[in-house]
C-alpha cells in the first residue's frame, strides 16, 4: 500500500480545488453574465480539457514551463531549479486540466437564477458585490459545491498530465494513479489492488458526503 | 417591435399606467429604475436627474432611490420576511433596521411573519412583502408592475387601502402599470395610457376609459362592439343622432357627434352595457331595441360571451344565471336594448 502516493494525490486535489474555487468562480460569473460578442471564444478555451487528449495537454504544459521558456526561467531564477517534473507543477497542469469541471457546474448555478432577483438586489441599493455575495452566491451553493467536488474527484484520477509534466518521482510527483501503473507493470497486483481499492473508497466516501450534506436545507432552489 | 416615445410628468400621488400588453409599461417603469437605458431623452424625479443622454448621465440602478415592485415579486427565498425587509437597509445600525422592518410590517399587516420564508406565506402576505420591502428605504418614487393581479378582489382592495394609507404620510409619485380596467378606477387618481409605446390618453379614469376619443384607445378600454356606420339623422334639438351599422338596417340612437347626414362614423359599445330580452319589451326608456338571433353563447369564466346577429354582428356579456333564466340557446330570438349614452362616437 503507497501511502506515500496516496498521500501526494490527496493533497495534490485538494490544493487544486481550492485554488480552483477562488479562480473559477468569477470566470463563471463573468460567462453567465457577459454579453460579449467575443464570449464563445472564451467559453471554448475553457471547454478545450474536456475533449483534449491529457497527453496533448501535458505537452504543452510541458512546453511552457521547461526550462528554455520564459516561465520555466523565472522559476528557476527564484527556486534555484526547474519548474518541470515538481510538485508545483503538477498543481499549474491540474488547474488547467480541472478548470472546466469547476467552471461549468457553477455557470449553470447562476444562469439558473431568476433575473429579477438580481434586479431587486439593485433596486435595493446593492452592488454588485453585494449582490453576488448576499444572492447570487447563496442562491447557487449547489453549483459551487458541484464544482468544488467535481475538480477534486478529476484531479484525483488524473493520469496523463500528471504522468508527463510530473515524470514519476516518487515522493514528489508519483500519484497514485501513476503508482498503480507502476505496480501494475511491475506485476506487484496484489500491491496494485490495495491502492487501487484504497483510492476508490476514499473517493466515494468524499463523493457520499458532499452529496449528502447537499440536502441541508440551505440549499434552496433559486426559482419561484 | 415599436419604439416607446413617451413625454410625462407625474405628481405625488398614484398614476396608474394603463395599456394592453407589450404597449411598452414595463419597459417605461424599468427605465425610470435604470435597468434599461433609453436611447434618448431624460428622466428626473424633482430636482434630481437620474438619466440624460445628452450629457450622458446614467446613475446607476442603486444610486437611484426607487422603490419597485416587481410582477414576480422577486422576494429573496433564502430569507425570511424580516431579512427580506432589511436587505436594503445596510447603512444603518442593526438597532434601527430592525426597528424600521418591524415599524414597515405592521403598516402592511405581515409583521407576525416576519420569521418565516417567502414560501412559508400567502400569495396576499407575499405581496404586501414586496411593497413593504420596496418602501422601508424611504424611496422617492415607487414603481409598481401589476402588482395585484393574481390576487381576488378582497385582498387587493386591502393592500390597496394599505398603500394610499402609507402614501398620505408619505408623499411621493408612484406609477401603477396595470391592464386591468378594475385596478384603474379602485386605484387611480391619475391614468396614463400607453398603446404601441405610445402615450393616448392622460387624464382622470372616468374620462379617459369612460369616454374614449379614439378607436385604438376604445379598444384598450374595453369596447368590444365597434362599427362602422353611417349618419342617417342628427336631432340636435336633443343631442343625439342616428346611425345605421355596417351597412345594414340596424339602427342605433347616439349620442350627437360631428358628422353630417350621409358622413360614415365609428361607433363603440361595450358588451357589458347591452341587455338582452327574450320577448319584445316595453315601457323601457332605453332608445335602441333592437331585435336578432343568438348566433353563439360561449362561458368565459364568470361572464358568458354572446354572439347576437341583427344584420351586424354585436357581442354582449351576460351572466349563466341570465342564460339560464331567458332560455338562450344558439337560434334563438332576442331583443338587445342598448341606451343612447352607452354609445360612443369614436375617431377612427
Redesign the interface.
Known amino acids: 500500500m503507497d501511502w506515500t502516493a496516496i498521500a501526494l494525490s490527496v493533497r495534490l486535489a485538494a490544493l487544486v480545488a481550492a485554488i480552483l474555487l477562488v479562480l473559477a468562480l468569477p470566470i463563471a460569473y463573468w460567462l453567465t453574465f457577459s454579453r460579449w460578442r467575443g464570449k464563445f471564444a472564451v467559453e471554448a478555451v475553457v471547454a478545450l480539457p474536456l475533449v483534449l487528449p491529457p497527453t496533448v495537454l501535458g505537452f504543452y504544459v510541458l512546453l511552457a514551463i521547461g526550462s528554455r521558456s520564459p516561465i520555466g526561467r523565472l522559476w528557476t531564477a527564484w527556486t534555484g531549479h526547474g519548474l518541470a517534473f515538481t510538485f508545483e507543477a503538477l498543481v499549474l497542469a491540474s488547474m488547467l486540466y480541472s478548470l472546466p469541471f469547476a467552471v461549468q457546474p457553477m455557470s449553470a448555478a447562476f444562469a439558473q437564477l431568476?433575473h429579477?432577483?438580481l434586479?431587486?438586489?439593485?433596486?435595493?441599493?446593492?452592488?454588485t458585490w453585494?449582490t453576488f455575495a448576499?444572492?447570487v452566491l447563496?442562491?447557487s451553493a449547489e453549483g459551487v459545491i458541484a464544482g468544488l467536488v467535481l475538480s477534486f474527484a478529476h484531479t484525483l484520477g488524473e493520469f496523463g498530465v500528471v504522468l508527463m509534466v510530473g515524470g514519476n518521482l516518487p515522493g514528489v510527483t508519483r500519484t497514485v494513479s501513476i503508482a498503480i501503473y507502476d505496480q501494475v507493470q511491475s506485476l506487484q497486483y496484489d500491491a496494485a489492488n490495495r491502492t487501487a481499492f484504497a483510492l476508490l473508497a476514499f473517493s466515494f466516501l468524499v463523493l457520499a458526503l458532499v452529496y449528502a450534506l447537499l440536502r441541508k436545507p440551505?440549499a434552496?432552489?433559486?426559482l419561484? | 417591435m415599436f419604439t416607446l416615445d413617451v413625454t410625462m410628468t407625474a405628481p405625488s400621488g398614484i398614476t396608474i399606467l394603463f395599456g394592453p400588453s407589450g404597449s411598452g409599461k414595463s419597459t417605461l417603469l424599468r427605465s425610470v429604475?435604470?435597468?434599461v437605458r433609453p436611447d434618448a431623452g431624460s428622466i428626473a424625479i424633482g430636482n434630481r436627474i437620474l438619466f440624460d443622454a445628452s450629457s450622458g448621465r446614467d446613475l446607476?440602478?442603486?444610486?437611484?432611490r426607487?422603490?419597485?415592485v416587481?410582477q414576480?415579486?422577486?422576494?429573496?427565498?433564502?430569507l425570511s420576511v424580516g431579512d427580506n425587509l432589511t436587505?436594503?437597509l445596510?447603512d444603518r445600525p442593526v438597532g434601527v433596521r430592525r426597528e424600521q422592518a418591524c415599524a414597515i410590517a405592521e403598516s402592511f399587516r405581515i409583521q407576525h411573519v416576519l420569521a418565516r420564508r417567502p414560501d412559508a406565506i400567502s400569495g396576499g402576505e407575499r405581496q404586501r412583502t414586496a411593497l413593504a420591502?420596496?418602501l422601508v428605504?424611504n424611496p422617492d418614487v415607487l414603481l409598481l408592475d401589476e402588482p395585484l393581479s393574481a390576487l381576488d378582489h378582497a385582498t387587493q382592495s386591502r393592500i390597496i387601502d394599505d398603500l394610499r394609507a402609507w402614501n398620505t404620510s408619505h408623499v411621493i409619485p408612484i406609477l401603477y402599470v396595470t391592464h386591468a380596467h378594475r385596478e384603474v378606477f379602485a386605484l387611480g387618481d391619475r391614468v396614463v395610457v400607453l398603446d404601441r409605446g405610445r402615450i393616448v390618453a392622460n387624464g382622470i379614469p372616468h374620462e379617459v376609459l369612460d369616454l374614449p376619443e379614439h378607436e385604438g384607445l376604445a379598444r384598450i378600454a374595453g369596447f368590444e362592439n365597434v362599427f362602422d356606420g353611417v349618419v342617417t339623422e342628427r336631432r340636435p334639438d336633443v343631442g343625439t343622432m342616428h346611425c345605421t351599422l355596417g351597412g345594414s338596417a340596424t339602427e342605433l340612437e347616439v349620442p350627437l357627434a360631428r358628422g353630417e347626414l350621409g358622413a360614415p362614423v365609428r361607433v363603440a359599445v361595450r358588451a357589458g352595457d347591452i341587455l338582452l330580452a327574450n320577448e319584445a319589451p316595453r315601457g323601457l326608456s332605453a332608445r335602441n331595441i333592437i331585435h336578432g338571433r343568438v348566433v353563439s353563447l360561449l362561458r368565459e369564466g364568470p361572464t358568458v360571451v354572446a354572439r347576437v346577429d341583427t344584420g351586424v354582428s354585436f357581442v354582449v356579456h351576460v351572466t349563466p344565471a341570465a342564460v339560464e333564466a331567458l332560455g338562450l340557446v344558439p337560434g334563438r330570438q332576442v331583443w338587445l336594448i342598448i341606451k343612447t349614452y352607452s354609445c360612443r362616437i369614436v375617431l377612427a
Not at chain 1, 434586479?119 to 452592488?127: F, H, K, N, Q, V
Not at chain 2, 446607476?60 to 437611484?64: A, G, Y
Open positions: 431568476d429579477s432577483l434586479d431587486a438586489s439593485a433596486t435595493l441599493g446593492a452592488g453585494r448576499r444572492v447563496p442562491l440551505w434552496v432552489a433559486p419561484r | 429604475a435604470g435597468l446607476p440602478v442603486r444610486q437611484r426607487v422603490g419597485y416587481f414576480q415579486l422577486a422576494l429573496f427565498p433564502h436587505y436594503g445596510r420591502r420596496s428605504t
